[in-house]
C-alpha cells in the first residue's frame, strides 16, 4: 500500500525547511524594502557608483602601486591585500608559534613546561586590543628615530618598521602581525595539547617499544593521529584571527576595515560599504572553513 504523504517523514523534512528558506528570503525582503524606503525618504539612493570616484586619500602601506587619485574601488582592494597579507602570515606564524607552545605543555621539563602555562594563561586572559597596544607603543615607540636606527647584521629596526635588506615592513604591520599571532597561537596551543592528549596512551607505549625516540614518536605516531581532534577547533581559531584583524585601525595600519571607514566618513555612503565589509568577510571566513573542511576530510579515518 502507497503510503500517505501526511505520514511521509521525508516529505515533512523538506516541506520544514523549505518553508524556512521562504520565511529567510521573505525576511530579507522585507529588511530590503524597508532600508530603501527609508533612504528615499532622506533622498539618499541606495548604490554603488561612488566606487568609480576618485578617492583623494593616501594610504601608508601600499603593497600594490596606489595614488591619491585612484578609484574608491581600488583604494578598497589596497586595504583588502593589507588584510591578506596580515591574515595569511598570521596563520602561518600562529601555527608555528601554536603547535610548539602546545608541545611544551606537555613536556617532561618542569621549566619548559611552566613557561609555556605562563605564556598560554597570560595572553588567553588579556584583551587582544591590550595586547596591539603594547606591541605598537611599548615596543616599536622605544625603537629609536628613522633617522638613527638600530642596525644588526642585515637588519635594520626603527620606529618607521623593519628592514631586512630589500624587505621592509612597517612598524603598524609588524604590530599587529606579532599581537594576532601570538595572541591566537595561546589558543592553539591549548587545541594541540587537548589532540596530543587525546591519543590513547598504548599509542606510545607502542612507539616507544619499537625503539623509536620521544620526538619520532610525537612526529611520526601521535601528532598524525592527533590531528583528527586538532583540526575542526583550528579552523576556529583561523577564523577568529581573520575577523580580529579587523582591530588594525587600532594601530593605524591600513586594511580593509580602516579603508572602508575612511570611504564612509568621505562619501557617507554607510549602507553600501558595510554591505562590501560584510560580504569580504563573510567570504574569507567561507573560503578558510572550505579549506579547512577538506583537510580534516583528509586526515579523517575512513571506514572500510
Known amino acids: 500500500m502507497k503510503q500517505s504523504i501526511w505520514r511521509n517523514q521525508r516529505f515533512w523534512r523538506f516541506f520544514g525547511q523549505a518553508l524556512v528558506v521562504v520565511l529567510i528570503l521573505a525576511g530579507l525582503a522585507f529588511?530590503?524594502?524597508?532600508?530603501?524606503?527609508?533612504?528615499?525618504?532622506?533622498?539618499?539612493?541606495?548604490?554603488?557608483?561612488f566606487l568609480r570616484s576618485q578617492a583623494g586619500f593616501s594610504i601608508g602601506d601600499t603593497p600594490i602601486p596606489y595614488q591619491s587619485s585612484d578609484s574608491y574601488a581600488w583604494a578598497l582592494l589596497v586595504g583588502l591585500v593589507n588584510s591578506l597579507r596580515v591574515i595569511g602570515l598570521g596563520i602561518g606564524l600562529a601555527t608555528l608559534v601554536g603547535v610548539s607552545v602546545g608541545i611544551a605543555r606537555l613536556s617532561d621539563n618542569w621549566l619548559l613546561r611552566q613557561l609555556a602555562l605562563f605564556y598560554v594563561e597570560t595572553l588567553r586572559n588579556t584583551p587582544l586590543l591590550l595586547q596591539l597596544f603594547f606591541w605598537y607603543f611599548a615596543v616599536f615607540f622605544r625603537f629609536p628615530p628613522v633617522e638613527t636606527p638600530l642596525r644588526w647584521l642585515a637588519l635594520t629596526v626603527s620606529k618607521g618598521g623593519l628592514q631586512l635588506g630589500e624587505l621592509r615592513v612597517s612598524s603598524e604591520f609588524t604590530a599587529l602581525l606579532l599581537g594576532l599571532s601570538f595572541y591566537t597561537a595561546a589558543f592553539i596551543a591549548?587545541?594541540?595539547?587537548?589532540?596530543?592528549?587525546?591519543?590513547p596512551q598504548g599509542q606510545w607505549e607502542a612507539a616507544r617499544s619499537l625503539g623509536l625516540k620521544p620526538g619520532q614518536t610525537l612526529r611520526l605516531v601521535v601528532l598524525p593521529?592527533?590531528?583528527r581532534t586538532i583540526v575542526p577547533p583550528l579552523g576556529n581559531q583561523y577564523l577568529n584571527l581573520a575577523k580580529n584583524s579587523s582591530l588594525a585601525i587600532a594601530v593605524g595600519y591600513p586594511d580593509l576595515y580602516a579603508v572602508s571607514s575612511t570611504t564612509f566618513n568621505q562619501t557617507g555612503r554607510a549602507?553600501?560599504?558595510?554591505?562590501l565589509i560584510s560580504l569580504t568577510y563573510l567570504s574569507l571566513s567561507l573560503l578558510i572553513s572550505l579549506l579547512i573542511n577538506l583537510y580534516n576530510r583528509s586526515v579523517q579515518l575512513v571506514e572500510r
Not at 32 to 49: A, H, K, P, T, Y
Not at 190 to 199: F, K, L, P, W
Open 225 to 227: 593521529q592527533a590531528l
Open 271 to 275: 549602507v553600501e560599504v558595510m554591505i
Open 190 to 199: 591549548e587545541v594541540v595539547r587537548g589532540g596530543i592528549q587525546s591519543v
Open 31 to 49: 529588511l530590503g524594502s524597508n532600508l530603501d524606503r527609508n533612504l528615499r525618504q532622506l533622498g539618499i539612493r541606495l548604490g554603488f557608483d
